[in-house]
Protein backbone atom coordinates (compact mmCIF):
# COMPACT_ATOMS: atom_id res chain seq x y z
CA UNK A 1 0.00 0.00 0.00
CA UNK A 2 0.91 3.19 -0.59
CA UNK A 3 0.85 5.21 2.29
CA UNK A 4 3.13 4.90 4.42
CA UNK A 5 5.70 3.77 1.90
CA UNK A 6 9.51 4.17 2.02
CA UNK A 7 9.85 2.50 -1.58
CA UNK A 8 7.60 3.11 -4.55
CA UNK A 9 7.72 1.78 -7.88
CA UNK A 10 5.45 3.98 -10.41
CA UNK A 11 4.70 2.25 -14.01
CA UNK A 12 6.44 3.29 -17.09
CA UNK A 13 4.41 6.23 -19.29
CA UNK A 14 3.67 3.38 -22.00
CA UNK A 15 2.31 1.10 -19.55
CA UNK A 16 0.48 3.70 -17.45
CA UNK A 17 -1.40 4.70 -21.36
CA UNK A 18 -2.28 1.23 -21.73
CA UNK A 19 -3.08 -0.18 -18.23
CA UNK A 20 -5.24 3.00 -17.25
CA UNK A 21 -7.44 2.24 -20.90
CA UNK A 22 -7.37 -2.01 -20.49
CA UNK A 23 -7.14 -3.31 -17.04
CA UNK A 24 -10.36 -1.99 -16.03
CA UNK A 25 -11.94 -3.90 -19.13
CA UNK A 26 -10.16 -6.88 -17.88
CA UNK A 27 -10.66 -6.98 -14.44
CA UNK A 28 -14.12 -6.61 -15.21
CA UNK A 29 -14.17 -9.71 -17.15
CA UNK A 30 -14.91 -7.68 -20.86
CA UNK A 31 -12.06 -8.85 -22.62
CA UNK A 32 -9.89 -11.36 -23.46
CA UNK A 33 -6.43 -11.77 -21.63
CA UNK A 34 -4.97 -12.60 -24.84
CA UNK A 35 -4.55 -10.85 -28.53
CA UNK A 36 -4.51 -7.65 -26.84
CA UNK A 37 -2.81 -5.48 -28.90
CA UNK A 38 -1.55 -1.80 -28.02
CA UNK A 39 -0.42 0.44 -30.38
CA UNK A 40 1.27 3.80 -29.80
CA UNK A 41 2.50 6.65 -30.27
CA UNK A 42 4.95 8.88 -28.35
CA UNK A 43 7.06 12.14 -28.51
CA UNK A 44 10.69 12.68 -28.92
CA UNK A 45 11.13 13.54 -25.25
CA UNK A 46 10.24 9.57 -24.52
CA UNK A 47 13.48 8.75 -25.56
CA UNK A 48 15.44 10.96 -22.92
CA UNK A 49 17.28 14.59 -22.92
CA UNK A 50 20.19 12.78 -24.77
CA UNK A 51 20.82 13.68 -28.22
CA UNK A 52 20.96 10.68 -30.60
CA UNK A 53 20.97 10.61 -34.79
CA UNK A 54 16.99 9.44 -34.39
CA UNK A 55 15.80 12.13 -31.91
CA UNK A 56 17.16 14.96 -33.98
CA UNK A 57 14.62 17.58 -34.99
CA UNK A 58 15.80 17.25 -38.76
CA UNK A 59 15.28 13.23 -38.34
CA UNK A 60 11.69 13.00 -36.30
CA UNK A 61 10.20 16.02 -38.34
CA UNK A 62 7.76 15.48 -40.68
CA UNK A 63 7.92 11.73 -40.05
CA UNK A 64 6.55 8.84 -37.99
CA UNK A 65 8.20 5.84 -37.69
CA UNK A 66 7.85 2.08 -35.34
CA UNK A 67 10.43 1.16 -33.37
CA UNK A 68 11.22 -1.68 -30.76
CA UNK A 69 8.94 -4.14 -32.88
CA UNK A 70 8.11 -7.14 -30.59
CA UNK A 71 10.66 -6.75 -27.92
CA UNK A 72 9.85 -3.31 -26.41
CA UNK A 73 11.85 -3.64 -23.11
CA UNK A 74 7.98 -1.86 -21.64
CA UNK A 75 6.27 -5.06 -23.14
CA UNK A 76 6.35 -7.19 -19.53
CA UNK A 77 5.41 -4.61 -17.64
CA UNK A 78 2.35 -3.73 -19.54
CA UNK A 79 1.47 -7.00 -19.29
CA UNK A 80 1.71 -6.97 -15.61
CA UNK A 81 -0.15 -4.17 -14.88
CA UNK A 82 -2.83 -5.00 -17.40
CA UNK A 83 -3.30 -8.59 -16.50
CA UNK A 84 -2.83 -9.72 -20.47
CA UNK A 85 -0.94 -11.06 -22.72
CA UNK A 86 0.00 -8.01 -25.48
CA UNK A 87 1.33 -7.24 -28.72
CA UNK A 88 3.31 -3.74 -28.22
CA UNK A 89 3.76 -1.51 -31.09
CA UNK A 90 5.40 2.13 -30.32
CA UNK A 91 5.54 4.88 -32.61
CA UNK A 92 7.82 8.28 -32.40
CA UNK A 93 5.48 11.15 -33.33
CA UNK A 94 6.42 14.32 -34.90
CA UNK A 95 5.85 16.24 -31.55
CA UNK A 96 7.59 17.36 -28.61
CA UNK A 97 5.68 15.51 -25.79
CA UNK A 98 2.58 13.25 -24.87
CA UNK A 99 1.26 9.65 -25.79
CA UNK A 100 -1.37 8.36 -27.53
CA UNK A 101 -2.30 4.66 -27.05
CA UNK A 102 -5.16 2.70 -28.61
CA UNK A 103 -5.32 -0.67 -27.58
CA UNK A 104 -7.54 -3.61 -29.08
CA UNK A 105 -9.31 -6.55 -27.43
CA UNK A 106 -11.53 -9.08 -28.39
CA UNK A 107 -14.71 -9.59 -26.55
CA UNK A 108 -15.71 -12.27 -23.93
CA UNK A 109 -17.57 -14.99 -23.97
CA UNK A 110 -21.75 -13.21 -23.07
CA UNK A 111 -19.80 -9.57 -22.71
CA UNK A 112 -20.02 -10.09 -26.74
CA UNK A 113 -23.55 -8.29 -26.04
CA UNK A 114 -21.34 -4.94 -25.20
CA UNK A 115 -21.92 -1.96 -26.26
CA UNK A 116 -20.10 1.45 -26.27
CA UNK A 117 -21.96 2.55 -23.37
CA UNK A 118 -21.16 -0.38 -21.32
CA UNK A 119 -17.36 -0.55 -22.09
CA UNK A 120 -17.21 3.65 -20.87
CA UNK A 121 -19.77 2.89 -18.17
CA UNK A 122 -17.06 0.45 -17.02
CA UNK A 123 -14.05 3.09 -17.27
CA UNK A 124 -16.39 5.31 -15.92
CA UNK A 125 -16.85 3.39 -12.29
CA UNK A 126 -13.40 2.25 -12.39
CA UNK A 127 -12.02 5.93 -12.21
CA UNK A 128 -15.08 7.64 -10.17
CA UNK A 129 -12.45 8.35 -7.81
CA UNK A 130 -9.23 9.60 -9.54
CA UNK A 131 -8.61 13.21 -9.69
CA UNK A 132 -6.29 12.94 -12.66
CA UNK A 133 -8.40 10.61 -15.06
CA UNK A 134 -11.21 11.91 -17.14
CA UNK A 135 -13.12 9.45 -18.94
CA UNK A 136 -15.29 11.40 -22.25
CA UNK A 137 -17.20 10.02 -24.77
CA UNK A 138 -14.75 11.89 -27.10
CA UNK A 139 -11.31 10.80 -28.90
CA UNK A 140 -8.77 11.49 -26.36
CA UNK A 141 -6.16 14.27 -27.65
CA UNK A 142 -2.31 14.63 -26.53
CA UNK A 143 -2.48 18.48 -26.68
CA UNK A 144 -5.37 17.95 -24.47
CA UNK A 145 -2.92 16.66 -21.55
CA UNK A 146 -0.29 18.85 -22.38
CA UNK A 147 1.65 19.99 -19.26
CA UNK A 148 -0.46 17.65 -16.80
CA UNK A 149 -1.14 15.30 -14.44
CA UNK A 150 -4.23 14.13 -16.10
CA UNK A 151 -4.73 11.30 -18.54
CA UNK A 152 -7.90 11.06 -20.77
CA UNK A 153 -9.35 7.85 -21.75
CA UNK A 154 -12.44 6.62 -23.93
CA UNK A 155 -13.48 3.33 -25.49
CA UNK A 156 -16.13 1.67 -28.06
CA UNK A 157 -16.74 -1.95 -28.32
CA UNK A 158 -17.53 -3.09 -32.17
CA UNK A 159 -20.42 -5.17 -32.58
CA UNK A 160 -19.34 -6.02 -36.24
CA UNK A 161 -15.89 -7.33 -35.50
CA UNK A 162 -16.56 -7.97 -32.10
CA UNK A 163 -13.47 -6.29 -30.76
CA UNK A 164 -13.55 -3.30 -28.10
CA UNK A 165 -10.84 -0.46 -28.61
CA UNK A 166 -9.73 1.52 -25.89
CA UNK A 167 -7.66 4.67 -26.21
CA UNK A 168 -5.90 6.67 -23.34
CA UNK A 169 -4.17 10.06 -23.87
CA UNK A 170 -1.31 11.72 -21.75
CA UNK A 171 2.01 13.70 -21.15
CA UNK A 172 4.64 11.24 -21.02
CA UNK A 173 6.45 13.56 -18.48
CA UNK A 174 3.29 14.50 -16.46
CA UNK A 175 1.35 11.44 -16.11
CA UNK A 176 4.18 9.63 -17.36
CA UNK A 177 6.74 10.39 -15.06
CA UNK A 178 7.28 13.00 -12.86
CA UNK A 179 3.42 13.80 -12.66
CA UNK A 180 2.61 10.54 -11.09
CA UNK A 181 5.86 9.90 -8.92
CA UNK A 182 4.38 13.24 -7.32
CA UNK A 183 1.36 11.91 -6.96
CA UNK A 184 2.59 8.45 -5.49
CA UNK A 185 4.63 10.36 -3.10
CA UNK A 186 1.77 12.52 -1.42
CA UNK A 187 -0.21 9.80 -0.39
CA UNK A 188 2.93 7.91 0.87
CA UNK A 189 3.30 10.76 2.93
CA UNK A 190 0.13 11.50 3.96
CA UNK A 191 -0.79 14.41 2.11
CA UNK A 192 -3.38 15.56 -0.57
CA UNK A 193 -3.64 13.19 -3.53
CA UNK A 194 -3.73 16.66 -5.74
CA UNK A 195 -0.88 18.73 -3.58
CA UNK A 196 0.80 20.64 -6.60
CA UNK A 197 -0.76 18.80 -9.57
CA UNK A 198 -3.62 20.50 -10.08
CA UNK A 199 -2.22 22.29 -13.40
CA UNK A 200 -5.18 21.41 -16.01
CA UNK A 201 -3.81 20.63 -19.94
CA UNK A 202 -3.45 23.27 -22.63
CA UNK A 203 -5.00 23.47 -25.58
CA UNK A 204 -4.70 24.89 -28.42
Not at 64 to 80: I, N
Request: glycine fraction near 10%; include cysteine.
Amino acid sequence: MLPGASLVAAPGCYPTAAALALAPLVEAGLVETTSVVVDAASGVSGAGRAPSATTHFNTVDEDFSAYGLLSHRHTPEMEQAIGAQVLFTPHLAPMNRGILATCYARHRGAAQASTSDDVLDVLAKAYAGSPFVVVTEHAPSTKATLGSNCAQLTARADERTGWVVAICALDNLGKGASGQAVQCANIALGLPETAGLTAVGLYP
